[in-house]
């Protein structure tokens, strides 16, 4: 019995160890390239770029294998601060990936809704939610208005409507450190 809590113990150890030196190594570089890009980029995760997401195109502008216009949720003003972030001129926002538009939210129509899930499949920040067989719902201020939940609605219950102001990503904020006097 000692001997299997012995071990269990140095085990925990160990993988506490390894998870402590991983989060350490795999915390991204906040004054990289590919992080500032990224921090300009609207968060919308609305793959119109032809990235998966946002950080994915933001490592495409830094590796130069992308455009800096190529997010139409950013629009002519996004492209400007890329432009100026990289020391580059402006250019108009690249129309083959779609248009700039007012800012939107998605909101689901509790009478239309048949509880599929397929829209909460589809969304790339999970702010619908819901359960299978029963009416879903989006939390507006974790919407993006990425629009990937339209097309896989069975029902077309979900309608998008203007926002007042523009997505605002959440940001951490820094856990203060207390250090004990001696």
Not at 27 to 44: C, H, M, R, Y
Not at 60 to 82: F, H, M, S, T, Y
Not at 104 to 117: K, Q
């Amino acid at each position: 019995m000692l001997i299997a809590i012995s071990v269990l113990t140095a085990l925990v150890l160990f993988l506490g160890a390894g998870l402590l030196w991983a989060g350490k190594r795999l915390t991204p570089d906040e004054t990289s390239l590919t992080e500032q890009i990224n921090d300009l980029l609207p968060q919308t995760q609305c793959a119109q770029c032809g990235y998966p997401g946002c950080r994915p195109y933001a490592q495409a502008i830094a590796e130069g294998e992308a455009d800096i216009n190529q997010c139409p949720p950013g629009g002519e003003e996004g492209v400007r601060v890329l432009a100026a972030l990289l020391g580059v001129e402006a250019k108009p926002l690249d129309a083959s990936h779609g248009e700039h538009k007012p800012p939107i939210v998605a909101l689901i129509d509790e009478d239309r809704c048949i509880g599929c899930t397929l829209c909460i499949q589809a969304c790339p920040v999970d702010a619908i939610i819901g359960a299978p067989r029963l009416m879903h719902t989006v939390i507006e201020s974790e919407c993006t208005g990425c629009e990937l939940c339209l097309p896989p609605c069975p029902v077309d219950c979900i309608d998008l409507v203007e926002r007042p102001q523009a997505y605002v990503p959440p940001r951490p904020e820094p856990i203060p450190i207390r250090v004990r006097a001696a």
